[in-house]
Each structure stands twice: as structure tokens, then as C-alpha cells.
């Protein structure tokens, strides 16, 4: 059974940085991409991030500059720095994998604080 395991959450002051990542435990094929959401308290879940097995990024235009996604294909785990970080960057960050079959592998998602 394939799990997401995310980590790297928590308080940071405004300004600061902070990186997440999320690894795959247990055998997972041909993962198209990875991608990054988030979802603050009482709003809609948004794509953050997004980088392709090809290595293609794309960035929700809110973090474009200051979060910088990268993947490990020998490791199945996708990263996410983020720097320049706002009071409003506040959620639980969840990863995402997509596979060439179309099966979907969500983390349980890691909270990120933005706060002095």
C-alpha cells in the first residue's frame, strides 16, 4: 500500500523560509507528476506547485519567485521550498502524486504558520 509521508511543516516568522517534503513509502510506478496544494481555513484548496516527470514546473502566480519546487525520481519524493514567506501563505500543505495510470496518492497534509 503506498503512503505519502510529508514533513517539514511549521512556524515560521514573516520573511522566513521554510521547506517541506514528501516521500512515497511502499512501490509506486511511473509517477507523472507531483504537485503541491494548500488550503487555508475556511477557503478552497489550491494548487500551489507542480513539476512534471519531465521536469516541468508550474506556480500558482501568488508563489511564483518565492516557492521553488524539485523532485527526486530515485527517491519518489518531491520537495518544496518556500522563502519570502507572508502571514497569508498560512495552511495545510498537502503533496500529490499522479502516476501514468491515473492513480492519485495524497499526503495528510503538514501545517505551515506564518506569523511573528
Known amino acids: 500500500q503506498v503512503q505519502l509521508v510529508e514533513s517539514g511543516g511549521g512556524l515560521v516568522q514573516p520573511g522566513g523560509s521554510l521547506g517541506l517534503s514528501c516521500a512515497a513509502s511502499?512501490?509506486?510506478?511511473?509517477?507523472?507528476?507531483m504537485d503541491w496544494s494548500r488550503q487555508a481555513t475556511g477557503k478552497q484548496r489550491e494548487l500551489v506547485a507542480r513539476?512534471?516527470?519531465?521536469?516541468?514546473?508550474n506556480y500558482a502566480d501568488s508563489v511564483k519567485g518565492r516557492f521553488t519546487i524539485s523532485r527526486d525520481n530515485a527517491k519518489n519524493t518531491v520537495y518544496l521550498q518556500m522563502s519570502s514567506l507572508k502571514p497569508e501563505d498560512t495552511a495545510v500543505y498537502y503533496c500529490h502524486f499522479r502516476t501514468a495510470y491515473g492513480n492519485d496518492y495524497w499526503g495528510q497534509g503538514t501545517q505551515v504558520t506564518v506569523s511573528s
Open positions: 511502499g512501490s509506486i510506478f511511473s509517477i507523472y507528476a
Open positions: 513539476i512534471t516527470s519531465g521536469g516541468s514546473t
